[in-house]
């Protein structure tokens, strides 16, 4: 099917859903890698409709926006304005997308947005200077952690500010306990430059002695995938820690993500949001850093010294940081807890300042109200 023909379907059902959705309610454009059953992005964007409700958001694609503005239902006769929203999108897949925003004079802003690369399909290192001039129109720009901020300081962009990662306002508005038997979440990820056991992933061999020596030691072991493709690779990591008959976990969403890992003492994790999403429920982690996101996120919870390259050298460093992390999960997760919660305050306030740029009036106390209530969700 040509391109053109699966746009213009997609634009006559986004009508439709549009037209029917929000009544007179002019929703909030958002752009994110929602809809690929990432449980990751999906967090992203929950965290974030929660923060902003009862303000709707409606996704906002480059490819149908021009179509829909058409018949007034795009551009600023149909959104208050568009965010960036959560994960690594200041990366060359989604500029097209902001500039077509611009281009409808929608002002902008970035939610918690990581700058970089994207993960194992991206390069490691984007070229980012064609988001200097887009990135200068926004009102606000508000990234996941010190390392993005630094790459578009660097850029010159001026209104740059740290917000955290916006899946931490998601969990538990207190701290789980800790459960009785020693526990390690586990996920791996798969590398699209090699197999396991191979390149990089050479490391990988060590995430299955820890998993077996902690079985041993009278532990407990709970495999999470977080995306299809992430239970091949858990499967082989299982079978060579000669624990091919534990089950693997692929929850579907993050209430079923909390249920599982809640109280684990120390999640071992390759993808970002495996980590993010475990640290609101108190397991502290070990975090395999394939990319700069992942340093920018741990850095912003004071966890880096838990934090290792993605190399094939890797597993002496990884195992260190694992029996450190269990030696301090008592003391590390509470330190952590409060990191988590100064994001989510930081996030409500950001949460006001957007809707009242949106809306072009001071959000009152009921609106931070509704924010805050999501604490408690």
Known sequence: MPDYVKHLRLAASSAVTRALRHGNAKPIGYIGWTGHSNLGDEALYEAIKKLLRPTPLAEYSAAREKLLAKVNLSGPKYFQGVLLGGGTLISPGFLRPVERALQQKLPMISFGTGAGSSGFGDVISPRLEPWQRPLQAFEMVGVRGPRSFDVLSRMGVRTVEVIGDPALTLGPGSLPPLRERPTLALNVAKDSDSSYGSGNSVCYRELANIARDHVRRGGDVIPVAFGNGDVEIIQECLTDAGLPHIPIHRPKTTAEFFDLVSGTHVLLG????????????????????????????????????????????????????????????????????????????????????????????????????????VLGD
Request: glycine share 6%; charged share 20%; aromatic share 10%.
């Open 270 to 373: 390759v993808r970002l949001h495996s980590v993010v999403l475990g640290s609101v429920v108190g397991a502290v982690p070990v975090m395999v850093a394939y990319r700069d996101k992942c340093w920018d996120f741990t850095e912003s919870l004071g966890l880096q010294d838990l934090t290792v390259n993605f190399q094939e050298t890797a597993g002496p460093v990884i195992r260190d940081a694992y029996e450190r992390a269990f030696d301090e999960a008592a003391q590390r997760r509470n330190v952590m807890f409060a990191q988590v919660q100064h994001w989510r305050q930081k996030q409500i306030e950001f949460a006001s300042r957007v809707l009242t740029v949106f809306t072009g009036r001071e959000v009152g106390s009921e609106a931070q109200n509704s924010a805050s209530a």
